[in-house]
């Protein structure tokens, strides 16, 4: 039996709430959702807040205090606008009624010096603290962040993580008929890393999941999808399941099919950017480009520093002829990824289509300079013909 029971998460707003919902999700998914306090989702109406957050550490094993960039600086803010410090009493009241506290710190955060923190706190700084990153290593940083605490408090887990490193589906052709060069859309779309989680309420689940997740691996989609939908008839609330069923039907070509298990585990989890993401590639591949911005426009609402979505929603904006739109759009997302090939070949035939050909050609040949996977002697054609444009003005 798993020695965690409840988990309390203390987090700022502040410090990314997406990437710490993300976490929530996590381990919601491994320990159920009333066993894992966040305020936001577990805390209910018309109680004292002060007075419930303290009763929720002291029935809490743990307590997550999640550090981001802007952790710090709130306690000086609050205490200089009069303001109560949320974060600040619950880990105060967890360090004074022993509990155990874990430390970690997100998105390139640094754990702050003793001296630098309010007195009370200081002894959080004698923790060693985790770190999590918001990429692929996602899933095995948590599974060892969990996996150390599970053996400071002394359990073993009768079901074994099956966390399995993400692997991103294949890249899929699309057919878009506002393309200024044909197939240039093509690379600019991919559906994302598959999801995995665990649920030790349904021991026989995860059991047809990885089936399902290695069959798919090998391309024998006709058993990933029937050992998918046998863990939804166990676990009928894993949104990771219909994610990666709907990735399953993409792939058979039943796209009325993907959109409804994307929508479905956004039933289930409203809050992960990679599945409104991929549905929103679905609404692309069916020319529906306004639902398909809808969807790119929640994920990156949802997972700020989302490069490719910014991509995506850049090509849907300039199918639909907003070009203005869709060089705003492929600017973020070269801002958010100075290696961004896409990025700078869909905004450079946007340029082109706008008549402005001598940043057309500065961005295919950065473009190319970074190794994108697209034709190079058809880039260099596009860049004569630019050129030869210029040459006529």
């Known amino acids: 039996m798993t020695a965690i029971r409840k988990i309390f998460i203390s987090y700022r707003q502040s410090d990314n709430r997406a990437f710490v919902v993300r976490i929530r999700d996590w381990l919601?998914?491994?320990?159920?959702?009333?066993?894992?306090?966040?305020?936001?989702?577990?805390?209910?109406?018309?109680?004292?807040f002060e007075d419930f957050i303290k009763q929720r550490i002291a029935e809490s094993d743990v307590i997550l205090a999640i550090i981001g960039d802007g952790w710090l600086h709130a306690f000086a803010d609050k205490a200089a606008e009069g303001e109560k410090d949320y974060v600040l009493i619950e880990l105060e009241?967890?360090?004074?009624?022993?509990?155990?506290?874990?430390?970690?710190?997100?998105?390139?955060?640094?754990?702050?010096?003793?001296?630098?923190?309010?007195?009370?706190?200081?002894?959080?700084?004698?923790?060693?603290?985790?770190?999590?990153?918001?990429?692929?290593?996602?899933?095995?940083?948590?599974?060892?962040?969990?996996?150390?605490?599970?053996?400071?408090?002394?359990?073993?887990?009768?079901?074994?993580?099956?966390?399995?490193?993400?692997?991103?589906?294949?890249?899929?052709?699309?057919?878009?008929?506002?393309?200024?060069?044909?197939?240039?859309?093509?690379?600019?779309?991919?559906?994302?890393?598959?999801?995995?989680?665990?649920?030790?309420?349904?021991?026989?689940?995860?059991?047809?999941?990885?089936?399902?997740?290695?069959?798919?691996?090998?391309?024998?989609?006709?058993?990933?999808?029937?050992n998918y939908s046998a863990a939804i008839q166990l676990n009928p609330e894993s949104a990771a399941t219909y994610h990666n069923r709907g990735n399953v039907r993409f792939n058979r070509g039943d796209l009325s099919g993907a959109i409804d298990d994307y929508s479905e585990a956004i039933r289930l989890n409203p809050r992960d950017p990679r599945t409104y993401h991929n549905r929103g590639n679905i609404y692309f591949e069916l020319n529906q480009m306004e639902e398909a911005i809808k969807n790119y426009s929640y994920a990156i609402q949802l997972g700020r520093r989302n490069s490719k979505a910014y991509n995506n929603r850049g090509a849907a904006r300039f199918a639909l002829g907003d070009l203005d739109g869709a060089i705003t759009d492929y600017s973020e997302a070269i801002r958010l990824n100075r290696r961004n090939a896409y990025g700078y070949l869909g905004r450079g035939v946007?340029?082109?289509?706008?008549?402005?050909?001598?940043?057309?050609?500065?961005?295919?040949?950065?473009?190319?300079e970074l190794d994108v996977d697209y034709d190079h002697a058809e880039i260099e054609k596009w860049i004569l013909s630019a050129n030869d444009d210029l040459r006529q003005r």
């Open 28 to 48: 919601v998914n491994n320990y159920g959702r009333d066993n894992v306090f966040m305020d936001f989702d577990t805390l209910p109406p018309f109680v004292k």
């Open 93 to 226: 009241t967890a360090l004074k009624s022993g509990k155990l506290i874990a430390p970690v710190l997100i998105m390139g955060a640094q754990m702050p010096r003793r001296r630098d923190v309010p007195e009370v706190l200081q002894e959080l700084c004698e923790y060693n603290a985790a770190r999590l990153s918001d990429d692929r290593a996602f899933y095995d940083e948590i599974e060892r962040v969990i996996g150390a605490l599970e053996g400071i408090l002394g359990g073993n887990s009768s079901v074994a993580p099956t966390v399995t490193k993400l692997i991103s589906t294949p890249q899929h052709p699309l057919q878009v008929q506002a393309a200024l060069i044909p197939g240039w859309l093509s690379d600019l779309i991919s559906i994302p890393s598959k999801i995995f989680n665990v649920n030790s309420d349904f021991p026989s689940w995860d059991h047809y999941f990885d089936a399902a997740y290695k069959q798919e691996e090998q391309g024998d989609l006709e058993g990933a999808y029937a």
């Open 350 to 368: 946007t340029y082109q289509k706008k008549g402005e050909f001598g940043a057309a050609i500065d961005d295919w040949q950065r473009a190319m």
